[in-house]
């Protein structure tokens, strides 16, 4: 079955600090994974995607197939990160998306 | 161009009563999803559209909730009964799915906020 895990309901660092938001998933097939971000009062938005393999707003991710992680990094966290970001993972040119619990990450001046 | 829209913004409703949301996707999109969105629960997987297939309904919860998408355009979801814990934002979502390869990203509306007394 496919099954994504944040398990931080809550992260909150400093402005300047690192931060990771982790996620671990499990399915058994090839899977695809995402991270989704909500800004305060805007939509869900797709944030990066694993094959992408790129730097968003200074976020990188890494699938590492071994741990089944895929969690969220940035080296210098600003406040304008303060959202709520959703992992999620789809088996590889599927549909059915499974979303995380996601992780509200709150930056501090 | 215009996005995902869902109507109405806001529904408040009596227990037990039915209730109809509504998802305009973005045109030529052929993908269209409905989530739910809880405190506490993450964005649930309810159902999904794709083209002509017959939909992956295996997200609902229960038989009070069904949805059908006519012309392959505007979907509605309906809750029949509907009880407390029905309350929720239920976001839709669209998406262009042409690659067969990769999963496309999905582009999601404002949401519908459903609260029932």
């Known amino acids: 079955a496919q099954r994504v895990t944040q398990p931080e309901k809550l992260l909150s660092v400093f402005k300047g600090a690192p931060v990771e938001l982790k996620c671990n998933y499990s399915?058994?097939?090839?899977?695809?994974l995402f991270w989704y971000v909500q800004y305060s009062r805007q939509r869900l938005q797709l944030l990066l995607r694993?094959?992408s393999r790129e730097s968003i707003k200074g976020f990188t991710a890494d699938l590492n197939k071994g741990e089944t992680s895929f969690h969220l990094k940035k080296p210098f966290a600003q406040e304008e990160d303060s959202a709520m970001y959703y992992c999620?993972?789809?088996?590889?040119?599927?549909?059915?998306?499974?979303f995380g619990a996601g992780t509200r990450l709150f930056v501090k001046a | 161009g215009a996005g995902v829209s869902q109507s109405p913004s806001n529904k408040v409703t009596e227990k037990g009563k039915d209730v109809e949301l509504r998802c305009d996707p973005i045109?030529?999109?052929?993908?269209l999803y409905w989530y739910r969105q809880s405190l506490g629960q993450g964005l649930e997987f309810l159902i999904y559209f794709q083209g002509n297939s017959a939909p992956d309904k295996s997200g609902l919860p229960s038989d009070r909730f069904s949805a059908e998408r006519t012309g392959g355009s505007v979907s509605t979801l309906t809750i029949q009964r509907t009880q407390q814990e029905d309350s929720a934002v239920y976001l839709c979502a669209s998406s262009l799915a042409t690659s067969g390869i990769y999963t496309d990203t999905q582009y999601f509306g404002p949401g519908t906020r459903l609260t029932v007394l």
């Open positions: 999620a993972l789809s088996g590889a040119g599927g549909f059915k998306t499974i």
């Open positions: 399915y058994s097939g090839s899977p695809e």
């Open positions: 694993h094959i």
């Open positions: 045109s030529g999109h052929t993908a």
